[in-house]
Each structure stands twice: as structure tokens, then as C-alpha cells.
């Protein structure tokens, strides 16, 4: 293995069974077909899950709605990027000529979707108790305080908290096309709320800002008012 992947495994504090693992995690869809989109997908509902059970037993007094706002504060991309620098993820990345001209190793989206992606890569190679124990590791220096829950709300967790604050399904998020070069891609995702059997669509550069664009959409949507509230 390459020596600055095994000094990677050492920050991660994680040593892979599988190195094709790691490999791709991160592997950027503009380098190979074999990239890290589905361990991405994985990841992101890994860290979700082992956030909230961090925040359950930080926040013992904050309600549903209150806690799915501090989440919100500490998996959003910008969270995220710094703490993909804090791994030195940029040295690391595989990406496509045209994505590293352009500055992809630096993009928050590329940097935040790639740390999804290795927590995924984690929890394959070593289940759920290896990959909570990293994401306890990584927001070990980030603060959690009821704070948080002021933070401006993005439009999924509005959305959210809209749906549960009338006992509805929680909307769910599809990628419907990929648009563009591989160094520059456009995401097409739906937003579908079942309770509702409505449907929106957004676009955005990455799956993340496609799921905030078909968020909004919805919001709009359900913000008119011959909306049933």
C-alpha cells in the first residue's frame, strides 16, 4: 500500500482488511467508473445514525425537532470539509485530470462527499462499532451545546421539521440523472413526500446541493397557500 494511504489509516485510527476499500473511497467518479458514490450513500446514513445517538446521550433535554437541528449543524458540508482537511484528505483523492485543474481536491462538496464515503468504507470493512467509533473520534474537538439549535435551518432540515411537526414520513431523496462532464457534473434529485404524494426535483453540483435545491422546491411548494397545512 502506498505510504501516504497507510499513514491516512493511521490518522483514521483504522486499518482496512480490504485496501481496495479505502482505495475506493477515494476515488472520484472523474477517475474511474470504479469510484466512491455508493460508499458515499452508505457512509452518509452511518454518520446520521451515529450522530444522533451521540447527540441522544449529549442533549438528554432537547426534543426531537431540536436535536435534528443540532445534527443538522455537524453533518452539513461545511462541517464536513474541515474536518476532510483535518485528515488531509486533499493529498489523497483520486481524481480526473479535468476535476484536479479545475480544483477538486479542494471543493468542500468533494472533500465532505469523501468522508462520507470512507465511513461507509469503514463500516463494510469492520461493521458498525469500528465506524461510530470513527465518527466519535472525529467530532471529538467539535463542540456540541443546545446552542446549535439556533443556527439558520437549511432547507432539508425545514422540510424535516415541517413533516414531523404533522406526523408525515420524512421525505425521500433520489438522484434521478447526472449531467455534465465527469469534472463537472450537475445532479438531478427528486424529493418525494409520500404523506403528500408530491414530488420536486432541483439540480445542484453535487448530490448534497441537488437534495437542498429539491428541498426548497418542496418548501415552496408546500409554503402556497392553497397548501393543506
Not at 505510504?3 to 472523474?30: K, M, N
Not at 433535554?61 to 458540508?77: D, I, M, P, W
Not at 467539535?142 to 411537526?165: C, F, H, R, S, Y
Request: aromatic residues 4%; proline residues 5%.
Amino acid at each position: 500500500m502506498p505510504a501516504d494511504l497507510r499513514l491516512l489509516q493511521v490518522r483514521l485510527q483504522h486499518e482496512f482488511s480490504d485496501p481496495l476499500l479505502l482505495q475506493r473511497a477515494l476515488t472520484h467518479r472523474s477517475f474511474s467508473a470504479d469510484h466512491y458514490e455508493r460508499l458515499e450513500f452508505l457512509g452518509d446514513s452511518v454518520l446520521n445514525l451515529a450522530v444522533s445517538d451521540m447527540l441522544y446521550r449529549a442533549l438528554s433535554r432537547l426534543a426531537e425537532g431540536e436535536l435534528s437541528r443540532v445534527r443538522a449543524n455537524l453533518v452539513k458540508q461545511e462541517t464536513l470539509h474541515q474536518l476532510a482537511l483535518g485528515l488531509d484528505l486533499p493529498a489523497v483523492l483520486r481524481l480526473g485530470e479535468g476535476e484536479a485543474r479545475s480544483g477538486g481536491h479542494r471543493r468542500p462538496s468533494i472533500l465532505a462527499d469523501a468522508l462520507e464515503s470512507l465511513i461507509g468504507a469503514v463500516y463494510l470493512d469492520a461493521g458498525y462499532p469500528a465506524a461510530t467509533a470513527l465518527v466519535e473520534r472525529l467530532f471529538k474537538d467539535v463542540e456540541i451545546n443546545p446552542g446549535m439549535q439556533a443556527a439558520a435551518k437549511d432547507p432539508k432540515t425545514e422540510l424535516q421539521e415541517w413533516l414531523q411537526g404533522r406526523k408525515m414520513k420524512l421525505p425521500v431523496y433520489r438522484v434521478v440523472a447526472t449531467l455534465g462532464e465527469a469534472h463537472r457534473q450537475t445532479f438531478d434529485v427528486e424529493c418525494a413526500v409520500p404523506d403528500l404524494n408530491r414530488v420536486e426535483r432541483g439540480l445542484g453540483g453535487s448530490r448534497r446541493a441537488g437534495e437542498q435545491a429539491a428541498a426548497l422546491a418542496m418548501l415552496a411548494h408546500l409554503k402556497t397557500p392553497d397548501t393543506p397545512r
